[in-house]
């Protein structure tokens, strides 16, 4: 999942500049809320009050945010020492990850790991680093965890990065794509089920410009507006019409207007230039927005607005933001993730409260970290 990662650019503040505050609502059994306590919200509930916090990042059961100053901020599970904290202690509070104000984005997974790129575009890696007798989802050519991140590498030329269910792809600088780690479904889209511990670039075409890592496939843009999935398709999460898995990308439609995607669980979200925004894939939870619990194999658009401006999905839930600052949910609410202050599913799009002031948005497994400004 994505990323399960969403970041916006920051909106014009009143006279004394932007002042974004942090917020987060579902489960939090591992203290990945970050309120000093293990209890679920099923509506947003701010994060102390400092106002300083700029982008929200999120995993299954953990939560980072980066700070206006550049500084990095994590707190929930920590058993294999994926927070970066050197150490394998669970917080419940946010805890700044060393002393670098140069952290430019991070995206953690459920597989307890985080890939992260700083303002001098290099990688970094931190977490669990294996899976049965392969994985080395960090890339630094082992299997070892580590608690501490370790850049990935010398270069300095990564853009973008992804990481998924022990798996991780990235883009470069000069539009070239790479992934690395487990490999069994074809996530790494190399044309085989191997894994990888090191970097190996996919194909070498230098147009790929955004990347979305769910369970097991993958979904990505390149420059030229077009749709590319590959992977797992058992629900028709790739969005070619079928249920067929491939391990090599394959472009979706003919469309050359796609501007962002959220590779969720086993379920696709993507939102056009045309601010429309469309789904595909598993549907069991009515995560589609489609008003139904029927599994899609090609994208289907939720509704008919188009102001939608960036989407993130959980496991089997979805949160979006419009353009005009407002926050929707739908899909699975068992632990309050839809923030709507009960645990009713819903299958169609429900706006979280009234305001008109939501930045970034990042859900989890069974939670959500969002900013306003």
Excluded: C
């Amino acid at each position: 999942m994505d990323p399960n990662v969403i970041k916006l650019a920051m909106g014009a503040g009143g006279p004394t500049g932007p002042e974004p505050k942090l917020y987060v609502w579902g489960k939090n059994n591992y203290g990945q809320l970050g309120l000093n306590d293990r209890t679920s919200r099923s509506t947003p509930t701010q994060v102390g009050s400092l106002k300083n916090w700029e982008k929200a990042f999120n995993s299954r059961n953990a939560s980072f945010s980066i700070k206006t100053d550049a500084s990095l901020w994590a707190w929930g599970e920590n058993n294999v020492g994926g927070l970066g904290l050197g150490d394998t202690t669970s917080r419940s509070s946010p805890v700044q990850v060393g002393s670098g104000t140069n952290w430019l984005s991070i995206s953690n997974s459920e597989g307890q790991f985080a890939l992260a790129i700083k303002t001098d575009n290099t990688l970094w890696a931190v977490g669990n680093n294996s899976f049965y007798g392969g994985g080395g989802q960090l890339g630094l050519g082992d299997t070892t965890a580590r608690s501490t991140f370790t850049q990935v590498g010398s270069l300095s030329n990564w853009a973008t990065v992804s990481s998924g269910y022990r798996a991780t792809l990235a883009v470069k600088t000069d539009g070239t794509i790479w992934s690395w780690g487990y490999g069994y479904a074809g996530q790494l889209g190399l044309g085989n089920a191997t894994n990888y511990s090191s970097p190996k670039q996919i194909g070498s075409l230098t147009n790929w410009s955004k990347v979305s890592l769910g369970q097991r496939h993958t979904l990505s843009i390149k420059t030229d507006g077009t749709l590319w999935a590959w992977g797992t398709n058992t629900n028709g999460q790739l969005g070619n019409g079928n249920t067929s898995r491939f391990r090599s990308p394959i472009q979706i439609g003919s469309g050359t207007n796609w501007s962002k995607v959220s590779a969720n669980n086993t379920s696709s979200l993507a939102i056009k230039t045309d601010g429309t925004i469309w789904a595909w894939g598993r549907n069991n939870y009515g995560q589609l927005g489609l008003g139904d619990t029927t599994d899609r194999s090609s994208p289907v658009q939720i509704g008919t607005a188009t102001n939608w401006s960036d989407v993130s999905g959980g496991d089997a839930s979805t949160i979006a933001l419009k353009t005009d600052g407002t926050i929707w949910s739908w899909g699975r609410n068992l632990n309050g993730q839809l923030g709507l202050g009960n645990t009713t599913d819903r299958s169609s799009p429900v706006q979280i409260g009234t305001a008109t002031n939501w930045a970034t948005i990042a859900s989890g497994a069974y939670h959500v970290v969002a900013t306003t400004i």
